[in-house]
């Protein structure tokens, strides 16, 4: 057990629709990171937030976005769905800002599936 | 764009037979960090290598980082059923984020 907490586990949506994905990170953690890892596909980084800021930003759609807030909880929201959409999505923490030297420590995962 | 390649992409072994795993990176790293991922599960932290030619060993797992800091292997020796997973390298970009490897895909045959 990480430490970091994801709900829900498992989401089944139409295409069209929108969600969202929530994460806890470890206690103490500032640093929380969104992946997206498609099917025998590899981790593809979306986005970081440090301390309620957005910090870098990789791979993601405009049809997506995230925030993290006072609490240092995390949400993503994946809006006007697409079957190319379904994928797994992690969330992962580190203790500080992330400057490439930090463990990050990674959720079970919300598995998304987009009808 | 700063990209991690891992080969063999998929590697089936006979379990007591070694494994080994590369990390090539496009770039310099000032550190490599490798995560196992079991089927159905999440990345797992492994290990961190920072310096040159760097070694580390956990049991029958051996990390080393390369001379130029670009390239890095992972070797299994006597590979048991609990090794079958998904390795991945990771390096960090900039300063604010890792890139991930590829991956390789471990499965072991009783």
């Known amino acids: 057990d990480s430490g970091v907490t994801q709900t829900p586990k498992h989401l089944i949506t139409a295409t069209g629709q929108r969600v969202t994905l929530r994460c806890s990170p470890r206690?103490?953690?500032?640093?929380v990171y969104w992946y997206q890892q498609s099917l025998d596909q590899g981790l593809q980084f979306l986005i970081q937030y440090y301390n309620g800021e957005e910090r870098a930003k990789g791979n993601i759609l405009e049809r997506f976005s995230a925030q993290q807030f006072p609490d240092l909880h995390s949400e993503l929201n994946l809006s006007s769905l697409e079957l190319g959409d379904s994928a797994l999505y992690f969330c992962a923490s580190s203790l500080q800002v992330g400057t490439g030297g930090e463990t990050q420590y990674f959720g079970p995962g919300t598995r998304l599936l987009v009808l | 764009g700063q990209q991690v390649m891992q080969i063999p992409q998929y590697q089936h072994v006979q379990e007591g037979e070694d494994f080994t795993t590369y990390c090539n990176s496009s770039?310099?790293?000032?550190?490599i960090q490798w995560y196992k991922q079991r089927p159905g599960g999440h990345p797992v932290f492994l290990i961190q290598l920072v310096k040159s030619g760097e070694v580390k060993k956990q049991k029958r797992l051996t990390f080393q980082f390369g001379e130029a800091k670009k390239n890095s292997s992972l070797h299994i020796t006597a590979t048991q059923t609990t090794d079958v997973g998904t390795y991945f390298c990771a390096g960090p970009r900039n300063t604010d984020k890792l890139i991930f490897g590829t991956g390789t895909r471990l499965q072991v045959f009783p």
């Open positions: 206690s103490g953690d500032l640093s």
């Open positions: 770039t310099t790293l000032s550190n």
